[in-house]
């Protein structure tokens, strides 16, 4: 698509913005805000919608923008352009990201056109996976899509780590639903049925009896003892492939990596109708982040704990629209 062709309404900037704001985010914060100017797009986190209490340094904040960056620049070549990142390092402006340009043209590849179209079509999973294999050679393509975006995605095959990291994320869950500050943090971001928030995570994003899996991935406790979530078969019974995403560093520009290498993952996994469950509780208490980072990491940095596995029901989720995120003209 040219950006010449781009009607005036519906500018070069929101059909970006448009785009990335269907990244995944920590428990659908949206933690991001974009002002646009010309042709760049600046990326800002939003603090404010940082979970103090689950994420008080902003590792998982910054993953979620990363995710967003990593689909503006992937907008950016669905236009015909090269994007111009430059990620911003103001410590008097700590919420800028990034700024977005369109560069040269450059025709998008076709690899990057099948991504652009998952964009929208990617949903987070939440339960079981149907038995059987993934396609063949897709493990070895999410490794290199985390490599392109210097991330490792560490797939484990091992029986007994696959079952310690389920023990992991189980113990990670129950000590955060017994303290009353998680709970009133999920509690902020877990909206009652029919709210008409767009943001958070709804109950049509959550099943409301998760199969059980062997081993089994504590998921996260959104419906609160309420009997929220979707009803529907659970057939489902395999807990699917389980990978980490590392880094081999842990600040901030490390979390941003972490983002874009886990969105590029995503949208490959996607194209391949595969889809990703995460369990990232036992990376918000810090000594069981520790403790599968020189366990089970080689002394990397842990960022996000997955499954992929094929599904079988869609789960939904809702957005701000571009509209409402940026600030200035668009
Ligand atoms: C850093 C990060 C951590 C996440 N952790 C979890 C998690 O522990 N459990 C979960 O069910 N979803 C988790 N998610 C997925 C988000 O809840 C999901 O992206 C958001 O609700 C939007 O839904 P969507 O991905 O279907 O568009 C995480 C996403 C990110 C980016």
């Not at 986190?45 to 979970?51: G, M």
């Not at 929208?120 to 396609?135: C, E, M, N, V």
Request: glycine share 8%; aromatic share 6%; proline share 6%.
């Amino acid at each position: 698509m040219d950006p010449a062709n781009v009607s005036k309404r519906e500018t070069v900037a929101h059909l970006l913005v448009d785009a990335a704001v269907w990244a995944p985010s920590v428990h659908n914060t949206q933690p991001w805000w974009f002002d646009a100017h010309d042709e760049t797009v600046t990326l800002h986190s939003d603090t404010e919608r940082r979970l103090d209490v689950a994420d008080p340094e902003g590792r998982e904040m910054l993953i979620s923008c990363g995710a967003a960056l990593f689909t503006l620049r992937l907008a950016v070549r669905r236009l015909g352009r090269l994007p111009e990142v430059r990620i911003a390092a103001d410590p008097d402006r700590p919420g800028l990201i990034a700024d977005v340009t369109l560069g040269e043209p450059r025709t998008a590849t076709d690899e990057e056109l099948r991504m652009y179209d998952q964009v929208k079509r990617r949903r987070t999973h939440r339960g079981a996976f149907r038995a059987g294999a993934l396609p063949v050679g897709l493990l070895q393509s999410l490794r290199a899509h985390a490599c392109a975006e210097n991330a490792s995605l560490r797939i484990v095959a091992d029986p007994r780590v696959r079952v310690a990291l389920a023990a992991l994320s189980e113990a990670a869950e129950q000590v955060q639903c017994a303290d009353p500050a998680f709970a009133a943090e999920m509690a902020r971001w877990a909206p009652a049925p029919c709210s008409e928030r767009l943001d958070g995570v709804h109950e049509s994003a959550y099943p409301r009896d998760p199969g059980r899996t062997d081993p089994h991935f504590a998921g996260r406790d959104f419906a609160r003892g309420q009997g929220w979530g979707l009803a529907g078969d659970e057939d489902g019974e395999s807990a699917g492939v389980v990978g980490v995403l590392t880094t081999t560093g842990d600040g901030r520009e490390d979390w941003l990596r972490a983002g874009q290498a886990l969105q590029r993952v995503l949208l490959r996994a996607t194209e391949d109708d595969v889809s990703a469950a995460f369990h990232t509780q036992a990376l918000e208490v810090p000594e069981l982040r520790e403790f599968i980072r020189t366990r089970f990491c080689d002394g990397t940095y842990p960022q996000m704990l997955m499954r992929f596995g094929v599904a079988d029901e869609r789960f939904d989720s809702v957005r701000r629209p571009a509209a409402e995120v940026v600030v200035g003209e668009i």
